[in-house]
């Protein structure tokens, strides 16, 4: 048979080790005498979390991850961290799979770690200037929570495209340069246009424009763009 006992919530305070034995007897008189005891902790007080990583108000352009720490003070015993990441704009949340999704609730994805925990973001798809709302939680081994204050945010800017010329050395002697070449690309999005720029010496303070070196800057479309080149329109070096 299932019995229960209440007992009132001061009869504990917080720390205190608490002792349980159960007894049957029968109405025959028979009673149990083969005890055994259970021992357990009372922890009353909530963990905390805090996420660190990215820093609160930044603007990174790559985030392959958010990190943070927890901590529950004695005798407490941290159990699970978990994090959500939500989309300002509109309000959803990160489903820990494939997609920001509507939610009514917050929807918690599970942390690695405990004291110093982290979660793998690099496969999200973060909008080019979006805003992202970060908070973490953590639970202890009694089932107390404790959440991260007021919510973590940041600004996404995707990286900068890079571009290379490759079949040019520098510091070396040329008798000619009859092409420029290079690759380019750019970690997420697409290539719109590459160009170069070909100053002169001495001071490197005159552009080529397609004709003449002039002064100001002056940049000269090239064609293609992962792979590039210029071959026409060049000084005549």
């Keep these: 048979s299932n019995w229960s006992y209440v007992?009132?919530?001061t009869a504990f305070p917080n720390g205190s080790v608490a002792g349980l034995v159960g007894r049957?007897?029968?109405?025959?008189?028979?009673?149990?005498v083969a005890l055994?005891?259970?021992t357990v902790t009372i922890d009353q007080v909530n963990p905390t979390a805090a996420v660190t990583t990215p820093t609160d108000g930044s603007a990174p352009s790559s985030i392959p991850s958010i990190a943070g720490t927890a901590a529950d003070p004695a005798p407490g015993s941290l159990d699970r961290v978990y994090v959500y990441i939500k989309q300002t704009s509109n309000g959803f949340y990160w489903n820990g799979i494939s997609a920001f999704v509507t939610s009514g609730s917050p929807i918690w994805m599970n942390a690695t770690g405990l004291a110093s925990w982290s979660y793998n973001s690099s496969t999200i798809a973060f909008a080019n200037g979006g805003v992202y709302e970060l908070r973490a939680r953590a639970y202890d081994r009694a089932g107390n929570f404790g959440e991260s204050g007021l919510p973590h945010s940041f600004t996404y800017v995707p990286p900068d495209p890079e571009s290379v010329i490759s079949n040019i050395t520098h510091g070396r002697f040329y008798n000619a340069m009859g092409s420029v070449a290079g690759t380019a690309g750019i970690p997420t999005g697409g290539l719109e246009r590459v160009e170069i720029q070909i100053s002169s010496s001495p001071t490197f303070l005159t552009f080529w424009d397609g004709s003449p070196f002039v002064s100001g800057s002056t940049w000269i479309v090239v064609s293609g763009t992962a792979s590039w080149s210029r071959s026409s329109g060049l000084p005549a070096w």
Excluded: E, F, R
């Design 7 to 9: 007992l009132p919530s």
């Design 36 to 38: 055994t005891t259970v």
């Design 24 to 32: 049957a007897s029968d109405y025959a008189g028979n009673i149990q």
